[in-house]
């Protein structure tokens, strides 16, 4: 007699996403103990895998759930806001805006940024970094969601509210509280880093001083790089140095560095990214509005990209809307002048927004493409649509047909977090109710 593999989840007769980016009808994929157990032919799975629990995978197709490998939680109540303003909007809105958050208004904006990334089929993100972030990791490890976070470090810059900077040593003491209280929570889920908000509102001893003290802890450090024109002009008139080259000088730049934006490139910082292997995220709908990424460039050299929305500001939490911007920022900037038609094509987007969100994150073994071995995050896409089906390639309609709104199951470490658009960890109803009260309330007492 045959022996049955028991498993805890087994999604059924779907089609799925390889890791070579292809796609494949009539596949089951087993999961146990927060990880692929098995991917293969559904009739053959249903002869050999037994479990109590199941999705229909019919009409559906699988594939990694996306990253967020740059977003900001604590901006979820400003939508709308920015839309059409003059830079530089960080330091007139945004640290403004976050200089006026209560506690309570963190929490419910934390949890509106999971409720929004689980809808839009996001399972792993990148917090650039706030204030009251316990309360940002309580609401992360309620969501089921996988990923980072860290603390908005400043010490300097005349532009910043002054109740938004901080000595060297309490930021850094603030950010190894953190660490040491929620690094590893949520069954592994979630990460604690250091970070820098920029090299304008960081001096160099903090710099030092974040970099030392996340090697000592081994995690990572990320910040906001070569943005605006602005930074690029303080670190010439400061330092004589662009900000990748100023950072070289003083020895601190490796692989676990996560450079975000980082658009406004030289030939020689486009050297160093690759020389140290920094990690670069790109946020295509806000840096459509300072500058086009030097995507083709970095990846020819081997640089690791991922995709970031920017936080909900912008324009949501969608890395679907991020991949489609992409592609047509990609196609005007560098492949019309040359005609290269496929100088983004769909497989290369889809890559850096799952797998290149994976390596941002340093846990690229971990998740980013779907194998046995891996952990089960992962997406469900209710393909049987007419704006998607039917389709001469369905990978190319990944990209071009599928909205957020196409995302029926997100499973992140093995559990269900949304089973057909409706989200299980999290109370859609009350937190919506509580936003717009937390933003309302934030709307006349800041001004904004």
């Given at each position: 007699?045959?022996?049955?593999?028991?498993?805890?989840?087994?999604?059924?007769?779907?089609?799925?996403?390889?890791?070579?980016?292809?796609?494949?009808?009539?596949?089951?994929?087993?999961?146990?103990?927060?990880?692929?157990?098995?991917?293969?032919?559904?009739?053959?799975?249903?002869?050999?895998?037994?479990?109590?629990?199941?999705?229909?995978?019919?009409g559906k197709l699988f594939m990694p759930g996306f990253a967020?490998?740059?977003?900001?939680?604590?901006?979820?109540?400003?939508?709308?806001?920015?839309?059409?303003?003059?830079?530089?909007?960080?330091?007139?809105?945004?640290?403004?805006?976050?200089?006026?958050?209560?506690?309570?208004?963190?929490?419910?904006?934390?949890?509106?940024?999971?409720?929004?990334?689980?809808?839009?089929?996001?399972?792993?993100?990148?917090?650039?970094?706030?204030?009251?972030?316990?309360?940002?990791?309580?609401?992360?490890?309620?969501?089921?969601?996988?990923?980072i976070i860290t603390c908005s470090t400043m010490d300097s810059g005349h532009q910043i509210p002054e109740n938004m900077k901080s000595s060297e040593a309490e930021l850094i003491s603030r950010n190894v509280r953190l660490f040491e209280e929620f690094n590893g929570a949520g069954d592994g889920r979630l990460n604690v880093w250091f970070s820098l908000r920029s090299i304008i509102s960081c001096t160099p001893d903090l710099t030092l001083k974040v970099f030392e003290k996340a090697k000592e802890l081994h995690t990572g450090v990320q910040a906001h790089m070569s943005e605006y024109t602005n930074e690029i002009g303080f670190c010439l008139e400061n330092f004589q140095k662009r900000p990748y080259e100023y950072l070289e000088s003083l020895g601190v730049l490796d692989s676990n560095f996560l450079g975000a934006h980082s658009i406004l490139l030289s030939e020689n910082e486009m050297d160093i990214i690759k020389e140290y292997g920094v990690k670069v995220v790109h946020c295509p709908i806000s840096n459509a509005g300072k500058g086009i990424p030097k995507t083709p460039s970095l990846l020819q050299k081997g640089v690791s990209v991922g995709l970031g929305t920017d936080g909900a500001a912008h324009s949501g939490l969608s890395i679907l809307d991020e991949i489609k911007t992409m592609k047509s920022l990609m196609r005007a900037a560098w492949g019309t002048p040359i005609f290269d038609p496929k100088v983004m094509p769909a497989s290369k987007l889809l890559e850096l927004a799952t797998l290149g969100g994976a390596r941002a994150m340093q846990q690229e073994h971990l998740f980013g493409t779907l194998e046995p071995g891996k952990k089960a995050d992962l997406i469900g896409i209710n393909i049987d649509q007419p704006h998607i089906q039917p389709t001469h390639s369905l990978l190319n309609g990944l990209v071009e047909s599928v909205n957020s709104s196409d995302i029926y199951d997100v499973i992140v470490n093995g559990k269900v977090l949304m089973?057909?658009?409706e989200v299980l960890t999290l109370d859609e109803e009350k937190i919506m109710y509580e936003g717009k009260l937390a933003m309302e309330s934030m709307s006349s007492r800041a001004g904004i």
């Open positions: 007699m045959k022996t049955m593999i028991d498993s805890d989840l087994i999604i059924k007769g779907c089609a799925i996403l390889t890791p070579d980016y292809e796609i494949v009808e009539n596949q089951s994929i087993v999961i146990k103990d927060s990880q692929i157990l098995q991917i293969g032919d559904a009739s053959i799975i249903q002869e050999s895998c037994s479990s109590q629990a199941s999705i229909d995978g019919k967020d490998a740059h977003m900001h939680t604590c901006q979820q109540l400003l939508k709308g806001r920015i839309a059409d303003e003059y830079p530089m909007i960080w330091t007139r809105i945004m640290v403004p805006f976050e200089s006026n958050l209560r506690e309570k208004d963190v929490h419910i904006s934390a949890q509106l940024s999971w409720l929004d990334m689980i809808k839009n089929g996001t399972t792993a993100f990148v917090d650039a970094g706030g204030t009251y972030m316990h309360k940002v990791a309580e609401a992360a490890i309620q969501s089921g969601l996988r990923g089973k057909n658009r």
